[in-house]
């Protein structure tokens, strides 16, 4: 028996949080596929679950105690729509990527994160095969002290960048969401 459009959606939301490959593979589709990866590290485009493995793990470097409260959810058997909260605190550099490479560098602020987001997911044959969401990130980078930008993580993240801290960070997490991507392929038989 498989496992209902309600608890394919809980299940990926677990699996960002604990990174667990045995949930990856019951939960999503070798063809998922993330349209919000182009902000993340490489390893997080790849199509099934290796790539919600490495999401996972990009976000969790940058945010401990990460958890996702589901605030409301609906759908049928092909479609689910998740409203949500992210919540965690930025103790890790959160590092954006573009077309694969560093973008922006946030060094930890110890600042607590909680805003909110809407996931739409596609289920195909018992799976999650297609994720889009509509973040508030403004709120988010607010939290942060990004935007409007505080002078003091301002000059942080321009002597993250200055220093190579930046390209040593991304290449870090980087690597964490490429190991967490091969974490799959050691629990499959």
Do not use: K, Y
């Amino acid at each position: 028996m498989g496992i209902d459009a309600r608890g394919l959606a809980e299940g990926l939301f677990q699996i960002l949080v604990a990174g667990d490959p045995a949930l990856a593979a019951d939960v999503v589709g070798d063809d998922f596929h993330n349209r919000e990866a182009a902000v993340s590290p490489p390893a997080c485009s790849l199509p099934g679950p290796a790539g919600v493995l490495a999401s996972g793990a990009w976000m969790r470097s940058a945010f401990s105690d990460l958890r996702f409260p589901v605030v409301g959810m609906t759908g049928n058997d092909d479609q689910v729509w998740v409203r949500l909260r992210m919540q965690g605190h930025h103790t890790g550099p959160f590092v954006r990527f573009r077309d694969g490479a560093l973008d922006q560098a946030i060094p930890p602020t110890r600042r607590e994160i909680d805003f909110e987001q809407i996931h739409v997911l596609d289920i195909r044959d018992g799976r999650v095969v297609r994720h889009e969401a509509v973040r508030d990130d403004m709120t988010m980078l607010g939290q942060l002290g990004i935007f409007p930008p505080a002078p003091a993580t301002a000059l942080s993240m321009l002597a993250w960048r200055v220093s190579g801290r930046a390209a040593r960070a991304a290449a870090h997490v980087t690597a964490q969401a490429a190991e967490a991507a091969a974490l799959l392929r050691g629990n499959q038989i």
